[in-house]
């Protein structure tokens, strides 16, 4: 049980376009869903904490409307990279926790390239 | 939550022996510690964890110890074995909804 999935896993886009990846939680609801980024070699980076139903906390220095989330239900979460540049490349992770318990489940990362 | 440096710190054992890999957390507040293993391309995958009101707790194999006095946390993994060649990270949660994660040591395991 506890297993996130992440589409698309890899995703190769034009610079200016903008690229959608979703994050769900296959056989729990999750109340809270994470995003992170990962720069090769380095440690895993967050970006904003999403509440169902609720707006997304970016934390400091992420770019609310670069990054844009949604936590439309219990069991998805999108991340929307608007306007992508080449520094945007970058390993994306989500993970999702149920409400009153502290584990996290990750899900396999997405591999963003940005021409 | 960024790591420092440029580059992973790297452990490099051999099949059989046992591996230490240390890290040090920032908060105090921390409550609860994790460890997860990455291997490359994919997610972490969690391997033990801990709660700040203790300081060990054993796994099969693994064994994590935390040291709240100096904020470090140790993993011990026992008769080290390839297929646990990866990146490790260590996580502290403050008992809010983050989980922060450390810079992570790459563990090399010689056959």
């Known amino acids: 049980g506890a297993v996130v999935s992440q589409h698309p896993s890899r995703v190769i886009c034009k610079s200016g376009t903008s690229v959608k990846i979703e994050c769900r939680s296959l056989?729990?609801?999750?109340?809270?869903m994470f995003w992170y980024r990962q720069f090769p070699k380095k440690s895993l980076m967050l970006m904003a904490t999403s509440n169902e139903g609720s707006k997304a906390t970016y934390e400091q220095g992420v770019e609310k409307d670069k990054f844009l989330i949604n936590h439309a239900s219990l069991t998805l979460s999108t991340l929307t990279v608007t306007s992508a540049h080449p520094e945007d490349s970058s390993f994306y992770i989500c993970?999702?926790?149920?409400?009153?318990?502290?584990?996290?489940?990750f899900g396999p990362g997405t591999r963003l390239t940005v021409l | 939550g960024e790591s420092v440096g440029l580059h992973l710190p790297t452990l490099s054992v051999q099949e059989g022996d046992n591996s230490i890999i240390n890290c040090a957390y920032s908060n105090s507040a921390s409550d609860y510690f994790i460890w997860y293993k990455q291997e490359s391309g994919k997610g972490p995958q969690f391997i033990i964890d801990?709660?700040?009101?203790?300081d060990k707790r054993q796994g099969q194999r693994v064994t994590v110890l935390l040291n709240k006095t100096v904020k470090h946390l140790s993993l011990q993994i026992a008769a080290t074995q390839p297929g646990d060649s990866a990146v490790y990270f260590c996580?502290?949660?403050?008992?809010?909804?983050?989980?922060?994660f450390g810079a992570g040591t790459r563990l090399f395991v010689k056959a």
């Open positions: 993970s999702a926790r149920v409400g009153g318990k502290d584990e996290q489940f």
């Open positions: 801990i709660r700040s009101n203790m």
């Open positions: 996580a502290e949660n403050d008992g809010g909804f983050k989980t922060i």
């Open positions: 056989d729990f609801q999750a109340t809270t």
